[in-house]
C-alpha cells in the first residue's frame, strides 16, 4: 500500500488507513477488472466507487460486493411491463451498481422504472447524481422509503416519502422527473469539489479491513510495463 498509514480511532477501537485519492480509484478500477469486468465499465465504477468513498465513506464496501457479483459473458437487462410498471430483471444477478447504470439508461427511454431485489445505497445516490450531471436528467431513487433526487447542476436532494401506487414487485423505484422538486439539498456540486481538493491534499481515511481485501484482489490484475527492456 504505497502512500498509506495505518491509524487507529481509539472512539471506535477501528483501524483505519489513510489512502490518497488516486489510489482509491486505482486500486478499485484494478479490483474490478481482475474481477472480470471490461475496462469501460471498470474505470466509470471506479469513479463512483472514490467518489463515494471520499464523501460518504461508502465506496469500498461497495466495490466489495461488486466484485463478487460479476458475470461471465454479456447478459442484458430483461424488460417486461407489469401493472403499469417497467420491470427490469437481471438474469445475471450482477452488482446493484452494475445494474443501476443499464437501469437509469432504460428508464430514460421507457420511463418509470423498477429494479426487482435492488434497495437504495449511498453509492447508487452518488451515481444517480453523476448520470443526471452527464445526461442533463433529473433521477428520483425510491425504495419505499425517504427518496433522493440528482440533478443536472450536481445536487443530491433528499425528499420524504410519498404516497404513491405500489410497484409490482419490490425494488428500487428509478424515475425520471421533469423538474426539480423541491427538498433538502444534502450535496452541492460546489461542496463536493471543495471536498475532493482537500482529500487530494491530506488523502481519506479509510476502513483498514476494506482496503487491505481491495488491494488484494487489485493484485490479480497486472498494468502491463510498455518499457523497453534493459
Do not use: N
Not at 426487482?116 to 452518488?126: E, I, K, Q, T
Not at 422509503?145 to 404516497?163: F, K, S, Y
Amino acid at each position: 500500500m504505497t502512500a498509506a498509514r495505518a491509524e487507529r480511532v481509539s472512539a471506535a477501537e477501528t483501524v483505519r488507513t489513510r489512502v490518497s485519492v488516486r489510489e482509491i480509484h486505482e486500486v478499485s478500477l484494478r479490483a474490478l477488472r481482475a474481477s472480470g469486468l471490461s475496462s469501460g465499465e471498470a474505470e466509470y465504477l471506479a469513479e463512483v466507487i472514490a467518489t463515494a468513498e471520499v464523501h460518504e465513506g461508502a465506496g469500498l464496501d461497495a466495490l466489495a460486493a461488486e466484485t463478487t457479483r460479476i458475470p461471465a459473458g454479456r447478459v442484458g437487462l430483461r424488460l417486461e411491463h407489469c401493472d403499469g410498471y417497467a420491470v427490469a430483471h437481471d438474469p445475471a444477478s450482477r452488482g446493484p451498481l452494475q445494474a443501476f447504470v443499464p437501469a437509469c439508461e432504460t428508464a430514460a427511454v421507457v420511463g418509470t422504472l423498477v429494479v426487482p431485489g435492488m434497495a437504495g445505497s449511498p453509492v447508487l445516490d452518488w451515481a444517480a447524481v453523476d448520470i443526471a450531471e452527464r445526461s442533463g436528467r433529473i433521477l428520483s431513487l425510491s425504495d419505499g422509503g425517504e427518496r433522493t433526487v440528482g440533478t443536472p447542476g450536481g445536487d443530491l436532494l433528499r425528499l420524504p416519502a410519498i404516497a404513491e401506487p405500489r410497484p409490482p414487485v419490490a425494488g428500487l423505484v428509478i424515475r425520471p422527473l421533469s423538474e426539480v422538486p423541491d427538498g433538502q439539498v444534502i450535496s452541492t456540486a460546489a461542496e463536493r469539489k471543495q471536498r475532493h481538493r482537500e482529500a487530494v491534499t491530506h488523502g481519506v481515511s479509510v476502513e483498514t479491513p476494506l482496503w487491505t481485501l481491495a488491494y488484494s484482489i487489485a493484485r490479480g490484475f497486472l498494468i502491463p510495463d510498455h518499457r523497453e527492456g534493459r
